[in-house]
């Protein structure tokens, strides 16, 4: 529930990073409270079957969307990707087939353009000098 809440708190912050664990958990959250959201729609009368939109889900919805893209813009930046990578979204299937992979994959070790890693705080890439 913690990961939840810390993802409201910083709904406009798209820099930084976000591990894996965060990004997931703030998932499995807004899944059970959209499921809450749409049983309550039910129970009052408000859930349309055809358009299977109700009142309560839909301003739920609407008003988590922006702390849910920046938590992928997080989740992103946290493998090295930028955040215009969202926009794959938009292409149907592969794109946001694509972004579930990139969700999944590891944290990125050390340091990157988006700041340390939550993950792996004191692992430092190797210097390209120290190679030679």
Known sequence: MNYFLEALKNYVTFTGRATRQQYWMYILFYIVFYFIAVTLDINLGQFDK?????FISTVYTFGLLLPTVAILARRLHDIGR???WILLILIPVAGSLIILIFTLMD???????????????????PDSDMLN
């Open 107 to 125: 944290s990125q070790k050390g340091e990157n353009e988006y700041g340390e890693s939550l993950k792996y705080p004191n692992t430092a890439l």
């Open 50 to 54: 055809e358009k299977m939109t109700g």
């Open 82 to 84: 930028s955040s215009w």
